[in-house]
């Protein structure tokens, strides 16, 4: 049974003398440096750790850590277990053969801050799993395993914003050239190249197209069909539909509810 992402404790060590291992551990142990020099050893070899800079102790990974002793490092902690913890590391530059990571762009002490207090309720416990999936997710993007170099696909975001705001009537194509950030004629050729057709006529297809979906699998009015898909006005909804389909919207409902009985 795969097991999600589960937060298990959190801590801060102040500076001190205090080590541990050689020995394992069955769960993941993320640590951050935030003053100080320290010392992580592992079968791969030995890592000299500095304020910044983190280490992450794998499950059944033989370690041993120590701290420097002219300048012992303070650090926090965080504990979690599942096999989505896995599958998450490995979107980032840490590994069981690369256990260290070098000090980041932010400071990332404040998110290591994850449990909600010592009750622990069930509210608690969502809390805190989704407070260590945003502490991974600034380790997944300032750590990425592969850089991504590729081009933003500004035709791809165009698409998503109309696929997520077409209902709304206020809607305009200058809208959709915001939500890109790229210069509007740009994306006018970009767009065109890709799908063959206009942005305004991409969003009037697609609208057109949920139009049908509500007609043939819901009872709801054609003024509230024509709403649904961004159109105040019934009648210029009903216009668009039929030289979209070639059919009124009531001619389609009727059609397609024939062809269910059959």
């Known amino acids: 049974m795969v097991q999600d992402l589960t937060f298990i404790s959190e801590g801060h060590k102040p500076s001190n003398l205090h080590r541990w291992g050689p020995g394992v551990r069955d769960i993941y142990a993320l640590h951050y440096i935030t003053k100080g020099k320290g010392v992580l050893q592992t079968r791969q070899g030995v890592f000299h750790l500095k304020a910044g800079e983190s280490f992450i102790i794998y499950p059944h990974m033989e370690i041993y850590y120590y701290p420097d002793v002219q300048d012992p490092w303070e650090y926090v902690w965080v504990e979690f277990s599942g096999d989505e913890a896995k599958q998450l590391l490995s979107m980032t530059m840490l590994s069981p053969t690369k256990p260290v990571v070098p000090k980041c762009k932010v400071n990332l002490e404040s998110f290591f801050t994850i449990m909600e207090n010592a009750?622990?309720?069930?509210?608690?416990?969502?809390?805190?799993?989704?407070?260590?999936?945003i502490l991974l997710s600034y380790y997944m993007e300032y750590y990425q395993r592969e850089p991504l170099n590729h081009q933003t696909d500004f035709v791809g975001v165009a698409k998503n914003y109309?696929?997520?705001?077409?209902?709304?009537?206020?809607?305009?194509?200058?809208?959709?050239?915001?939500?890109?950030?790229?210069?509007?004629?740009?994306?006018?050729?970009?767009?065109?190249?890709?799908?063959?057709?206009?942005?305004?006529?991409?969003?009037v297809e697609y609208r057109m197209k949920?139009?049908?979906?509500?007609?043939k699998s819901s009872d709801l009015?054609?003024?509230?069909?024509?709403?649904?898909?961004?159109?105040?006005?019934?009648?210029?909804?009903?216009k668009i539909f039929k030289k979209a389909t070639s059919h009124t919207p009531s001619e389609y409902m009727t059609l397609h509810n024939e062809r269910s009985r059959r």
Not at 119 to 133: G, Q, V, W
């Open 119 to 133: 009750n622990r309720s069930f509210f608690d416990k969502m809390r805190s799993d989704a407070k260590l999936r």
């Open 162 to 203: 109309i696929h997520n705001n077409y209902w709304k009537n206020t809607m305009r194509v200058s809208d959709i050239v915001n939500a890109t950030k790229i210069e509007r004629s740009y994306l006018f050729r970009l767009f065109k190249e890709e799908t063959g057709m206009s942005i305004s006529t991409y969003l």
């Open 210 to 215: 949920q139009a049908c979906e509500l007609l």
């Open 221 to 238: 009015s054609i003024k509230s069909v024509a709403c649904s898909v961004g159109y105040k006005d019934q009648l210029y909804f009903s």
